[in-house]
Every structure is written in structure tokens, then in C-alpha cells.
């Protein structure tokens, strides 16, 4: 597994926290993004007729799959169960680079299906239910991208880092870290999950998968 990891900041130390380092472990070439296109693709008519959910400070998504992810989860699809093992083998070298065992997680997951120069602000992908936080992971999955970027902000160190998507590269990264696209240019589309190690309360609203 061809991998890249990229420090890009530093967190104050939290018990809940896998590191405190601001790590994001680009895979390279883990899953063919042509066919992810293609069922992408040939879910997305059905998604669009799931009603849309305004999401606070990204108001312009309502014709867009991103609009409705709180609605599905991907692993519903037969076509995608084979990526389960793919997010086993990716989350593990994530662990190991940060000097961990392998822990069973929650995951959902969406595809985002951007046109037109529509673009996802400011946002990160973190749990909080009764006076709790979840820390860990949050994975993003180049699936017709290229020539587009996501923009990574450190709220500690205040460092922005842009990095180029391409397709067939997966990126793992703190659930914490605030990101945003930028405008798309044609059609974009990726592949993304939120991650849980007690999704039975931090994603008790939305539709999971044990990755274990």
C-alpha cells in the first residue's frame, strides 16, 4: 500500500485524542475510481429524492447529494460492501502511524456530487452528545477530482494546507480539523465517512457499519 503521511500541526494533549499531532495519511491508488463513479453516478437520482437537510454555513448544497448525507449511508448499496475492507486496511496503517492497535469504529458514508462551482465551506466532522466528544477520524476519498483541492486549517498552530485531490487517493485525518473545497470546476465527485468508536451514541441518528 503506497502511502504518504503529512504533519501538518499540533493539538494540546487530550485523553481522547489518538495523537496529538495533526497527521493526514494520504493513500495512493487504494480503490478503482471508475467504478465508484459509475454507481456514485447511478445512486445519485435516487438520493436527490431524499429530502434535502440545510446545513449550517453551506446553504448552497441543496442540489446536491452532500445536501441529503445525513439520509443514507452508502454501505446500503451491495456494490460498496467490498469497501469495507478497504476502510480495515487504511484506518489500521492510520493506527499504526500513530503508534496504535487497530480498534473496531462506526462508519457512514456519502458521496459528494458537486457541479457548477458549488464548493463545501468551512466544517469539521466532530461528535458531540451529551456533554461528550468523539476524537477520531474522518476519511475522505478522491473519486473525479482532479485539479481540485481541499483546504486543511489547524486551529492551534493557525497553518493552512491545500492539497491536491486526485483521483483513486483516500485521505485519513482528525475529526476535529476544520476543511473546506473550493469551487468546482465541471463535476466533482468523492467518496466520504464519518467515523465513531461509539457510533450507538455518537451516530445514533444516522445509518452505520461496524468496521471491525
Given at each position: 500500500m503506497?502511502?504518504?503521511v503529512?504533519?501538518?500541526?499540533?493539538?494540546?494533549?487530550?485523553s481522547m485524542m489518538?495523537d496529538?499531532?495533526?497527521?493526514?495519511?494520504k493513500?495512493k491508488n487504494?480503490?478503482?475510481f471508475?467504478?465508484?463513479?459509475?454507481?456514485?453516478?447511478?445512486?445519485?437520482?435516487?438520493?436527490?429524492?431524499?429530502p434535502?437537510?440545510?446545513?449550517k454555513g453551506n446553504?448552497?448544497?441543496?442540489?446536491?447529494t452532500t445536501?441529503?448525507?445525513?439520509l443514507?449511508?452508502?454501505f446500503?448499496?451491495p456494490?460498496l460492501?467490498?469497501?469495507k475492507?478497504?476502510?480495515k486496511?487504511?484506518?489500521?496503517?492510520?493506527?499504526?502511524?500513530?503508534?496504535?492497535?487497530?480498534?473496531?469504529?462506526?462508519a457512514?458514508?456519502?458521496f459528494?456530487?458537486?457541479?457548477?462551482?458549488?464548493?463545501i465551506?468551512?466544517h469539521n466532522?466532530?461528535f458531540?452528545?451529551d456533554n461528550?466528544?468523539?476524537?477520531l477520524?474522518?476519511?475522505?476519498?478522491c473519486?473525479m477530482?482532479?485539479e481540485?483541492?481541499t483546504?486543511f486549517?489547524?486551529?492551534?498552530?493557525?497553518k493552512?494546507t491545500?492539497?491536491?485531490n486526485k483521483?483513486?487517493e483516500m485521505?485519513i485525518f482528525p475529526?476535529w480539523?476544520?476543511?473546506r473545497?473550493e469551487?468546482?470546476n465541471g463535476?466533482?465527485?468523492?467518496m466520504?465517512?464519518d467515523?465513531s468508536r461509539d457510533p450507538?451514541?455518537f451516530l445514533d441518528?444516522?445509518q452505520?457499519?461496524?468496521?471491525?
Open positions: 503506497e502511502f504518504e503529512i504533519e501538518i500541526g499540533h493539538k494540546p494533549k487530550n489518538i496529538t499531532s495533526f497527521k493526514l495519511l493513500i487504494c480503490f478503482d471508475g467504478l465508484l463513479s459509475d454507481i456514485a453516478l447511478n445512486y445519485e437520482p435516487s438520493i436527490m429524492e431524499l434535502y437537510l440545510k446545513i446553504e448552497n448544497l441543496e442540489n446536491t445536501g441529503r448525507f445525513f443514507y449511508n452508502i446500503n448499496y456494490e460492501e467490498f469497501f475492507e478497504i476502510l486496511n487504511t484506518a489500521s496503517l492510520y493506527f499504526q502511524i500513530h503508534n496504535q492497535s487497530f480498534q473496531s469504529f462506526g457512514t458514508g456519502w459528494n456530487i458537486l457541479r457548477e462551482e458549488v464548493n465551506s468551512n466532522h466532530l458531540y452528545r461528550d466528544f468523539d476524537y477520524f474522518a476519511i475522505n476519498c473519486i477530482c482532479n481540485t483541492y483546504v486549517f489547524d486551529p492551534y498552530t493557525k493552512t491545500k492539497i491536491e483521483n483513486g485521505y475529526s480539523v476544520t476543511h473545497t469551487k468546482t463535476t466533482r465527485i468523492t466520504a465517512f467515523c450507538e451514541k441518528n444516522r452505520w457499519e461496524w468496521i471491525e
